[in-house]
């Protein structure tokens, strides 16, 4: 069983940055993919960034454009998003996850097995 936490969530005025962080324990981290995405009132669950065991990393550029980027740390097993340029729009529940991958980003929901319970971000203008 995988699971995961993430932390670094908040209130944060637009045009301010957040850094969430994400542990994963049960399995080991560097067999992986990781991703976050994001889930605002009413919408759907929304892909942000992945990122291979290896350091490929995919973004939703439309929706991210240059002011997120995603890393991870294997001998932490964490993954983070650094947040920058805060939106207003960027506000929703943050949600990290996980799927068994070799070399692989992936960038719809039913894609991955592991979830964790979110982190809440609020942006205000």
């Known amino acids: 069983q995988v699971q995961l936490v993430e932390s670094g969530g908040g209130l944060v005025q637009a045009g301010g940055s957040l850094r969430l962080s994400c542990a994963v324990r049960?399995?080991?981290?560097?067999?992986?993919?990781m991703g976050w995405f994001r889930q605002a009132p009413g919408k759907e669950r929304e892909f942000v960034a992945s990122?291979?065991?290896?350091?490929?990393?995919?973004y939703n550029q439309d929706a991210v454009k240059g002011r997120f980027t995603i890393s991870r740390d294997n001998a932490k097993n964490t993954v983070s998003l650094q947040m920058n340029s805060l939106k207003p729009e960027d506000t929703a529940v943050y949600h990290c996850?996980?799927?068994?991958?070799?070399?692989?980003?992936?960038?719809?929901?039913?894609?991955?097995?592991?979830w964790g319970q979110g982190t809440q971000v609020t942006v205000f203008s």
């Open positions: 996850a996980a799927r068994a991958s070799l070399l692989s980003n992936y960038d719809r929901p039913d894609d991955y097995d592991y």
């Open positions: 990122m291979t065991r290896t350091g490929d990393s995919l």
């Open positions: 049960g399995r080991a981290f560097s067999s992986l993919t």
